[in-house]
């Protein structure tokens, strides 16, 4: 699965290399690769509508960056 990004000066291609679900308190995330990459956190379960009991964490590294 890819990511697209835009910003005023470019976009960005990200592909995703893993995902994992951990507790509130793991605020720490570490880096996977040794490239450029971003880390995106939400709550899940993703339909929940109180807090939250855990966070699903994506790591994606990026492909690729076009120059606007």
């Given amino acids: 699965m890819q990511i697209d990004t835009t910003s005023k ?3 960005f291609r990200y592909r995703i290399d ?3 679900i951990v507790t509130p308190d ?3 995330v ?3 690769g040794d490239g450029p990459e971003m ?3 939400t709550c ?5 509508i109180a807090s939250a ?3 699903f964490i994506v ?3 990026l492909l690729w960056a076009d120059p606007s």
């Avoid at 899940?44 to 929940?48: G, L």
Wanted: hydrophobic share 30%.
């Fill in 53 to 55: 009991a855990k966070r």
């Fill in 26 to 28: 793991q605020v720490r």
């Fill in 30 to 32: 570490p880096c996977i």
């Fill in 18 to 20: 893993s995902t994992e």
């Fill in 44 to 48: 899940y379960p993703f339909d929940s």
């Fill in 9 to 11: 000066d470019a976009i």
């Fill in 39 to 41: 880390t995106i956190v």
């Fill in 59 to 61: 790591h994606p590294h």
